[in-house]
């Protein structure tokens, strides 16, 4: 994470400039934050980011196996269980079935 991210989360839409590691605060209507809440924000945000990498990771997977077989196929599948489909197919759905049990 970036101080660009920090002021931007601590003060969506405020008015700056950061040129290299002068931040000059152009805003007239929120206040400039102080370099230890942008210092706390970057930590913040990255403990954010860091904590969710295993959803990341899983929805990645996901989006792999939409190539083979869209949701709307899926979704046809699961919803008509006497549909006949090839043995192939029949595995990849399994296999994203199985993948989705294992949502975090």
Do not use: C
């Not at 083979?68 to 595995?91: A, Q, S």
């Amino acid at each position: 994470m970036t101080r660009d991210d920090a002021l931007n989360s601590l003060r969506p839409n405020a008015e700056w400039v950061l040129r290299g590691d002068e931040l000059e605060w152009h805003d007239k209507i929120q206040t400039q934050p102080i370099d230890a809440d942008i210092q706390a924000e970057i930590i913040r945000l990255q403990t954010e980011w860091d904590s969710n990498k295993t959803m990341r990771d899983w929805k990645e997977k996901i989006a792999e196996t939409d190539v083979g077989m869209p949701r709307y196929l899926e979704d046809l599948i699961t919803d008509n269980p006497n549909f006949i489909i090839h043995e192939n197919m029949k595995t990849r759905y399994d296999e994203k079935i199985a993948l989705r049990g294992e949502h975090p």
